[in-house]
């Protein structure tokens, strides 16, 4: 299958939708791992693809490291999700995120905070980098 940008808008529409169910059914509050086992059953049932606690490969100067990093979800090899229950959202979390999907190679990544009264409107962040930008529409 070949990645578009247009694909990559419905996945994340799709993953939002997921979250938003979520959410929906437990409110804010809980710890960040019961919002990640409550998402994989929701993603399991909408039949997404993804990999959970995905250990992300660690190239320095040629060199394969081991590496103790792990994304939240990684979506359909193309979308790094990192989940997060927390009062408000620390610039360092955007920068793991990024992080990780460079190291991943993935075009685009989301970044969802389930500590808020409506996801959609203050609970999730898309982010892209120069492999999104490489994608045709």
């Known amino acids: 299958m070949i990645?578009?940008?247009?694909?990559?808008?419905?996945?994340v529409y799709q993953v939002n939708g997921a979250a938003i169910e979520v959410h929906k059914h437990l409110g804010p509050g809980l710890l960040e791992s019961v919002y990640h086992s409550c998402l994989k059953k929701e993603l399991e049932l909408r039949k997404i693809n993804f990999s959970s606690e995905?250990?992300?490969?660690?190239?320095?100067?040629?060199?394969?490291?081991?590496?103790k990093l792990r994304c939240d979800l990684f979506i359909d090899n193309s979308l790094v999700l990192e989940l997060k229950s927390v009062t408000e959202i620390n610039?360092?979390?955007?920068?793991?995120?990024?992080?990780?999907?460079?190291?991943?190679?993935?075009?685009?990544?989301?970044?969802?905070?389930?500590?808020?009264?409506?996801?959609?409107?203050?609970?999730?962040?898309?982010?892209?980098?120069?492999?999104?930008?490489?994608?045709?529409?």
């Open 3 to 11: 990645i578009t940008r247009s694909y990559l808008k419905e996945l």
């Open 54 to 67: 995905l250990q992300i490969p660690l190239n320095y100067k040629g060199h394969e490291l081991e590496s």
């Open 91 to 137: 610039p360092i979390f955007e920068a793991q995120l990024l992080t990780y999907m460079n190291l991943l190679k993935a075009p685009i990544g989301l970044l969802i905070n389930f500590n808020v009264k409506n996801i959609y409107y203050e609970g999730q962040k898309t982010m892209v980098n120069e492999y999104y930008r490489m994608l045709e529409d």
